[in-house]
Nanobody, 115 residues
Framework: QVQLVESGGGLVQAGGSLRLSCTAS????????RRWYRQAPGKQRELVAA???????SYADSVKGRFTISKDNAGNTVYLQMNSLIPEDTAVYYC?????????WGQGTQVTVSS
């Protein structure tokens, strides 16, 4: 069974940076996509960034040019580098791996950006 553990969240001032990490453990035959979502209070969970097996990336319009998604060579860890943070980025951030049996979610990590 695949498990995802996130780290790197915290409190940061507007304009600052944070780097989130998500490491997978367990038996994985294939990971088709690695994604970061976020959910702010009272809002729906939204897709922030994604990276495919081949390394192609995509981003929500609200984070383009500020966030960067990447993965390590083994593919078991995915990162989200977040720069120029704004208060609207405040949310719980979740990593998500798409595997043949479906979606696997991390427990979430809180990111709070103060103005």
């Amino acid at each position: 069974q695949v498990q995802l553990v996130e780290s790197g969240g915290g409190l940061v001032q507007a304009g600052g940076s944070l780097r989130l990490s998500c490491t997978a453990s367990g038996r994985m035959f294939r990971i088709d996509a690695r994604r970061w979502y976020r959910q702010a209070p009272g809002k729906q969970r939204e897709l922030v960034a994604a990276i495919t097996r081949s390394g192609s990336t995509s981003y929500a319009d609200s984070v383009k040019g500020r966030f960067t998604i990447s993965k390590d060579n083994a593919g078991n860890t995915v990162y989200l580098q977040m720069n120029s943070l704004i208060p609207e980025d405040t949310a719980v951030y979740y990593c998500n791996f798409l595997v043949p049996l479906g979606n696997v979610w991390g427990q979430g990590t809180q990111v709070t950006v103060s103005s």
